[in-house]
């Protein structure tokens, strides 16, 4: 059977793509819950930047050392494959998240809120007036949904 | 909003009402409140028409091409006026309540 040494697994490979795995889909679960890690993927890059470096170590023993370490064949693979969850990732966060209309109609900051009624969860009722009654001022949130 | 949630009582000591606006009808906005524990009233607007008449029409960015609102926060004084506006360029990135609160003491201390 095989006569040469015992290779090394390479883990820095399996390790660096797990972070960028980890990088990739932690946004929409855990990091876009807190502003501080919403606004700006820091978090996210930071996995990604420890990923690479691991990746980057893995595919160099791989195939500079490849009697010692396993990998010239899933290296690479793993290599494209998350640098393709990098790629989407940015894409995503920093251009498909921009394709916001600029709403140059909006009200501005003096100017008269436009009056409505709506309805609640309840379906009841509820216009801009009510809510301006007896308050201070109010906070109108438009937000996407979650549909 | 969550994080409005959360600062809640901040808004209610001030006699700020927050309300949050958007296509989704009163049954998702019943199951919503309740998973999330929002205490705020979440208005429904489904055939997008007061989100229209303030401009913050997403066309075509919900499900199946449906038109939603963009993220978008009006601060609006007693007396209808609007008092502080946030338009995103991002739909990442939203308003936080501090900068809220921080323009409503702002107007406040102005004397307005």
């Known amino acids: 059977m095989n006569a040469g040494p015992k290779r090394s697994w390479n883990w820095s490979l399996w390790f660096g793509f797990l972070f960028v795995l980890v990088g990739f889909i932690s946004y929409a679960f855990l990091f876009v819950h807190f502003p501080v890690t919403r606004d700006s993927p820091w978090a996210n890059l930071l996995l990604f930047g420890a990923g690479a470096i691991l990746l980057i170590v893995g595919l160099a023993r791989a195939f500079g050392n490849p009697r010692a370490y396993r990998g010239k064949i899933f290296g690479p693979i793993l290599g494209v494959v998350g640098a393709l969850m990098v790629a989407l990732f940015c894409y995503a966060f920093f251009y498909a998240a921009r394709q916001v209309p600029a709403s140059t109609g909006a009200p501005r900051v003096g100017q008269k809120a436009p009056e409505f009624t709506l309805y609640d969860k309840e379906n009841k009722p509820v216009s801009l007036t009510d809510l301006l009654s007896g308050s201070k001022a109010v906070v109108l949130i438009f937000y996407r949904g979650f549909w | ?112």
């Open chain 2, 1 to 112: 909003m969550r994080s409005f949630q959360q600062r809640l009582s901040e808004f209610d000591s001030r006699g700020i009402r927050v309300v949050g606006i958007s296509v989704d009808p009163p049954k998702i906005n019943q199951r919503q409140s309740q998973n999330l524990g929002y205490t705020f009233p979440l208005l429904s607007d489904p055939k997008a028409e007061v989100i229209r008449r303030y401009d913050v029409l997403h066309p075509g960015a919900g499900p199946k091409g449906a038109d939603i609102a963009r993220p978008a926060e009006f601060l609006v004084d007693g007396s209808g006026v609007v008092r502080w506006v946030n338009l995103t360029d991002s739909i990442a990135v939203r308003a936080r309540p501090g900068q809220v609160l921080n323009a409503f003491d702002e107007f406040k201390a102005a004397g307005r």
